[in-house]
């Protein structure tokens, strides 16, 4: 079956425009595929729960026996990088139901402590 040639030039019209709505859409119209969302939803929940657990890390550094002593350490330590090790060894980053330190929780706990400290 033939296609009239008034209808060409209406298909190749209604292609070309859903490639430009596609393009559009995709580089600035903020939409992203189903893989891309999941990536961003694990990397913001993963945010929301070291943020809701700093005050828990903060708590343990606090009721920490030796806390008085372990603070002082942490206060002299100079790179964000070893005040993160002490975290995670000193066992502050590491939640009751955990089996290891959290990474993320202990840079953010030991930046917290940090600037209480004043360093």
């Known amino acids: 079956m033939p296609i009239s040639q ?22 600035w119209g903020g939409w992203v595929t189903g893989g891309t969302a999941e990536k961003m939803a694990v990397t ?8 809701a657990l700093v005050p828990a890390c903060v708590a343990l550094s606090v009721s920490d026996p030796a806390g008085p002593a372990k603070l002082e350490q942490l206060a002299a ?3 964000s990088w070893e005040r993160t090790d002490f975290v995670m060894k000193a066992g502050w980053a590491t939640m009751p139901t955990a089996k290891e330190p959290n990474r993320k929780l202990a840079e953010a706990c030991a930046e917290l402590i940090a600037k209480a400290a004043g360093t």
């Open 6 to 27: 008034n209808v060409k030039p209406a298909l190749w019209g209604a292609v070309g425009g859903a490639i430009a709505a596609i393009i559009v859409g995709f580089v």
């Open 77 to 79: 330590l100079k790179s």
């Open 44 to 51: 913001r929940s993963s945010a929301a729960v070291v943020e």
